[in-house]
């Protein structure tokens, strides 16, 4: 087989990826896993120009309408781009933790190791804060316009 480049090589990976994906995926429509496909190639071509505002967007609607870990180690990396270190954090912990089926395709295998090493050089990179409230009893905390749940109060929480 000749050499292929990494973007062709991604993509076909993708591609291949999507047609064997696990029993959960298998539910969907071929429209479904067609579409996929399509966002997924996009997406690869965004990432690749290092549109992670676009790879982001199109990797999420591909990962929704199928998941595999092929598609999260890339909507991560999409994320960890954008700085969005906690989100691509949970992407990566995503396909790691992905139910693989009996006889998983390659793909999937690589994407998980993928997502274990990419994982352990983003972990150093993460900020935590503690957010500690005197006064009101139901006190109402948001950070960056989204509400913090009293239970994350006094805690390390995780912050980009």
Known sequence: MPHLGPALGALLALSTSLVFAPSAAMAQSDADRATARTLARRGQEALDANDFATAEDLFARAEALVSAPTLLVRL???????????EAHESYRRAIRFPM???????????????????????PRLAAIVIDVKGPREPVVTVDGAA??????GVPRFAN
């Open 76 to 86: 991560a990396r999409a994320q960890r781009g954008r700085g969005k270190l906690v």
């Open 101 to 123: 089926p009996a006889t998983p395709p390659f793909e999937f295998v690589k994407a998980v190791e993928e997502a274990k090493a990419e994982i352990d050089a983003l972990v």
């Open 148 to 153: 913090v749940p009293r239970a994350a109060l």
